[in-house]
């Protein structure tokens, strides 16, 4: 399985991004997908997931309200649309599949996209 992300780059504080993930290979069905990130210096943390059948979101306290996760109906892809970026969203962020377990934990993912850089100057 892969997974490809994209849609990071450079943007002012109060801008917005949008970033997509798409599984191609020998996909299954999961159970849920998210969105991590990385900062230099600083552990993989949660950011947000989905339920790939009941939709159903969950975020990380420090981005609710801005950010909105969403899957792809035809196919294994999910987006983050972030809004009111913020310095502190700086980051690289990664997109995964949920083995099994919790959605916040990292070690609950089995694969994992190559990262997208996501840089928010004030």
């Known amino acids: 399985v892969q997974l490809q992300a994209s849609g990071g780059g450079l943007v002012q504080a109060g801008g917005s991004l949008r970033l997509s993930c798409a599984a191609s290979g020998r996909t299954r069905n999961y159970q849920a997908m998210g969105w991590f990130r990385q900062a230099p210096g600083k552990e993989r943390e949660f950011v947000a997931a989905v339920n790939w059948s009941s939709r159903n979101t969950y975020y990380a306290d420090s981005v609710k309200g801005r950010f909105t996760i969403s899957r792809d109906g035809a196919k294994i892809a999910i987006t983050l649309q972030m809004n009111n970026l913020k310095p502190e969203d700086t980051a690289v962020y990664y997109c995964?599949?949920?083995?099994?377990?919790?959605?916040?934990?990292?070690?609950?993912?089995?694969?994992w996209g190559q990262g997208t850089q996501v840089t928010v100057s004030s």
């Open positions: 995964a599949t949920l083995r099994g377990g919790s959605y916040y934990y990292p070690g609950s993912y089995d694969y």
